[in-house]
């Protein structure tokens, strides 16, 4: 079974940067679909940015593009976001999700079989 634990989070003001990190374990990550969702206090929980390792496909959702940069290192088993030009808006828990190859779609709300991490989060100021 996957582990995901996610570090990184913080309190930054408009306009500054933050990174993710996602340390995975049970698995080498090219077996496996990951990205970051996120939610925001009474708003839907929605896809940010998924990967997949093994051919470097990306998805980003419509709101982070070209602000977020979605990465891994596979020797260290971990996946980051980089996360530039934040916007208050971007303020929200930031959880870590995988899924076996394939089975992630970050257009979504996320499905049962998903693994997730227990979050970080993520304050933009104004």
């Known amino acids: 079974e996957v582990q995901l634990v996610e570090s990184g989070g913080g309190l930054v003001q408009a306009g500054g940067s933050l990174r993710l990190s996602c340390a995975v374990s049970g698995g080498p990550l090219d077996r496996y679909s990951i990205g970051w969702f996120r939610q925001a206090p009474g708003k839907a929980r929605e896809g940010v940015s998924c990967?997949?390792?093994?051919?470097?496909?990306?998805y980003y959702a419509d709101s982070v593009k070209g602000r977020f940069t979605i990465s891994s290192d596979n020797a260290k088993n971990t996946v980051f976001l980089q996360m530039n030009s934040l916007r208050p808006e971007d303020t929200a828990v930031y959880y870590c999700?995988?899924?076996?190859?394939?089975?992630?779609?970050?257009?979504?709300?996320?499905?049962?079989?998903?693994?997730w991490g227990h979050g970080t989060q993520v304050t933009v100021s104004s």
């Open positions: 990967m997949t390792t093994i051919d470097g496909n990306t």
């Open positions: 999700v995988a899924d076996l190859r394939g089975r992630l779609d970050c257009s979504t709300q996320g499905s049962p079989t998903n693994s």
